[in-house]
């Protein structure tokens, strides 16, 4: 099993930044695409960007591409998530997911999830 512990989140105003984290820990091994998701209230949860373990190629939402950055340090086992320009719209709880197959942004596949970290941004 793999166990992810998200932190950093937070309140910031808008136009602020925020990196968010994400420790996995236990058969980190088995991991081969780190996501992030994010669920707004009364929203659907909805990927964000996601890395792949060893190649470090990238995937992002069209829409959040150029404001935000996933990165992985595979010597911590951890992904960040670096938000920049936040906007009212970006508050949400964010959710770090791991899979053990090629996932992308597809939610049913990521096998491991965190229990989500509130970013809340103010206008």
């Known amino acids: 099993q793999v166990q992810l512990v998200e932190s950093g989140g937070g309140l910031v105003q808008a136009g602020g930044s925020l990196r968010l984290s994400c420790a996995a820990s236990?058969?980190?091994?088995?991991?081969?695409?780190m996501g992030w998701f994010r669920q707004a209230p009364e929203k659907e949860r909805e990927f964000v960007t996601a890395?792949?373990?060893?190649?470090?190629?990238?995937l992002y939402t069209e829409s959040l591409k150029g404001r935000f950055t996933i990165s992985r340090d595979n010597a911590k086992n951890t992904a960040y998530l670096e938000m920049n320009s936040l906007k009212p719209e970006d508050t949400a709880v964010y959710y770090c997911?791991?899979?053990?197959?090629?996932?992308?942004?597809?939610?049913?596949?990521?096998?491991?999830w965190g229990q989500g970290t509130q970013v809340t941004v103010s206008s």
């Open positions: 997911a791991a899979s053990r197959f090629p996932a992308g942004r597809i939610r049913g596949v990521y096998d491991y």
């Open positions: 236990g058969r980190t091994f088995m991991i081969n695409t």
């Open positions: 890395i792949n373990w060893s190649g470090g190629s990238t």
